[in-house]
């Protein structure tokens, strides 16, 4: 497609399980951030990809929270044993490059958990 | 990447021009402004960025002062879709310098009718 893809565009699940969040980017583009917002507040960074590598983990939450990136393009961001507070909008962006500074986002995939 | 303060909100009537501003006094000389918006419930939107010159595309307009301390964003004739939080970034292009962008709290701008 034209634009950055993501699914599941909602998510419910209860307390405990696991859960995988897909992004797939645009054709090209060699970096990939991943996002979360939580109601009312402001965008979190995550994690990025250069192609299929993650340099820096230091911005997911906890060691629940893993990402990986396969064949430089659709990543996948995996939460176990989720938690209430995991509750938020997951948002994937990707660019043609590290130094681009032209994101471009996908719509989120909404996570409840109950 | 220098730190950047916005109004917390605004308000613009529908055909007028919206002026956003931003300041970002430690800015550094190979730093860029970038703003980006989020419409309600929609991931983030670029719209522009510069270095030192204003810019101009189909969006808006991009005007940095002289000693880049600080930049408005002009959105010329402002209507009801314009209505999202308007985020002001300073990042470097620099290798090395950290690749997220660093989305703060955004001005919320509300055009009414």
């Known amino acids: 497609g034209a634009g950055v893809s993501q699914s599941p565009s909602n998510k419910v699940t209860e307390k405990g399980k696991d859960v995988e969040l897909r992004c797939d980017p645009i054709?090209?583009?060699?970096?990939l951030y991943w996002y979360r917002q939580s109601l009312g507040q402001g965008l979190e960074f995550l994690i990025y990809?250069?192609?299929?590598?993650?340099?820096?983990k230091s911005g997911l939450p906890s060691d629940r929270f893993s990402a990986e990136r396969t064949g430089g393009s659709v990543s996948t961001l995996t939460i176990q044993r989720t938690q209430q507070e995991d509750s938020a909008v997951y948002l994937c962006?990707?660019?043609?490059?590290?130094?681009?500074?032209?994101?471009?986002f996908g719509e989120g995939s909404r996570l409840t958990v109950l | 990447d220098a730190k950047t303060t916005q109004p917390t909100s605004m308000d613009c009537a529908e055909g007028r021009a919206a002026n956003l501003p931003c300041n970002h006094s430690?800015?550094?000389?190979?730093?860029?402004v970038y703003w980006y918006r989020q419409i309600h419930s929609q991931g983030p939107q670029y719209i522009i960025h510069?270095?030192?010159n204003n810019e101009t595309n189909e969006m808006a307009s991009l005007i940095i002062t002289e000693d880049r301390k600080s930049s408005t964003l002009i959105l010329p004739h402002a209507t009801l879709r314009d209505t999202a939080v308007y985020y002001c970034?300073?990042?470097?292009?620099?290798?090395?310098?950290?690749?997220?962008?660093?989305f703060g709290k955004g001005t919320s701008l509300l055009v009414t009718p």
């Open positions: 962006a990707s660019s043609l490059g590290l130094f681009a500074g032209e994101l471009f």
């Open positions: 990809f250069q192609g299929n590598s993650a340099p820096d």
């Open positions: 054709s090209g583009h060699t970096a």
């Open positions: 510069g270095l030192k």
């Open positions: 970034i300073v990042r470097s292009q620099a290798q090395g310098s950290g690749y997220a962008l660093n």
């Open positions: 430690t800015i550094s000389g190979n730093e860029y």
